[in-house]
């Protein structure tokens, strides 16, 4: 079955780049979410969006911006990238309307030298 | 202010035992709780969950217990195995007209199955 997919698993980057990451839903999930989980750090929510809206804000850094376009794949976009973005970023799929779990993707690190 | 805990940080089971992961919440308009298993550098993995309005949900090794009297649940693992060292995440959902759905995560116990 399919699942969630991120891409790229790795990316390196400087300080004050930036950096994209991109995620695919699975197939008829129209809700997409990012979680941003820091070494050793529980997983915090960032940003979420239905059908190419965003719908909720959580702790994600004004330098951070996210959109869903309309194959409803999602890219989360970082600029002024900091040493202490170094992280793993999740995005999880679902389908609104039905209560129930989200679906994650194996996520993306982000190391920031 | 959390409002899902996991207070137990870490959990030492022996293998073929049961092992009992609790959660606690304090929002009671929480209609649907879950449970994820995450391994390092790997993303959460649905584990099991639970509607409101149910007090138990069985899956194989796996049984969610919720007391909503107590806004307790609790993860059962009967028996124990070494795969099922990880650490255990629970979640609570909340439906809000303003954002469709929201999950909001404990801290985690870690689950450790010794042979």
């Known amino acids: 079955a399919a699942g969630v997919i991120q891409s790229p698993r790795h990316l390196i980057k400087e300080k004050r780049e930036t950096a994209t990451l991109k995620c695919y839903p699975i197939p008829r999930h129209d809700t997409v979410y990012w979680y941003q989980q820091g070494p050793g750090q529980d997983p915090q929510f960032l940003i979420s969006f239905y059908e190419k809206m965003q719908s909720d804000k959580g702790s994600i850094p004004d330098r951070f911006s996210a959109q869903q376009f309309s194959d409803y794949h999602s890219e989360l976009n970082m600029s002024s990238l900091e040493l202490g973005d170094s992280a793993l970023y999740f995005c999880?799929?679902?389908?609104?309307?039905?209560?129930?779990?989200?679906?994650f993707g194996e996520g993306s690190r982000l190391t920031v030298l | 202010d959390q409002q899902v805990k996991q207070n137990s940080p870490s959990l030492s089971v022996q293998e073929g035992r049961i092992s009992i992961l609790n959660c606690d919440y304090t929002n009671s308009m929480f209609d649907y709780f879950l449970w994820y298993k995450k391994y390092p550098a790997e993303g959460p993995t649905f584990l099991i969950s639970i509607s409101s309005i149910k007090d138990k949900n069985e899956d194989g090794r796996f049984t969610v217990f919720l007391n909503k009297s107590a806004k307790h649940l609790s993860l059962h693992i009967v028996p124990s195995q070494p795969g099922d060292s990880a650490v255990y995440f629970c979640?609570?959902?909340?439906?809000?007209?303003?954002?469709?759905?929201?999950?909001?995560w404990g801290a985690g116990t870690k689950l450790i199955i010794k042979p």
């Open positions: 999880a799929s679902r389908v609104t309307g039905e209560a129930g779990e989200l679906f």
């Open positions: 979640a609570a959902s909340l439906i809000r007209w303003w954002s469709n759905y929201q999950l909001i």
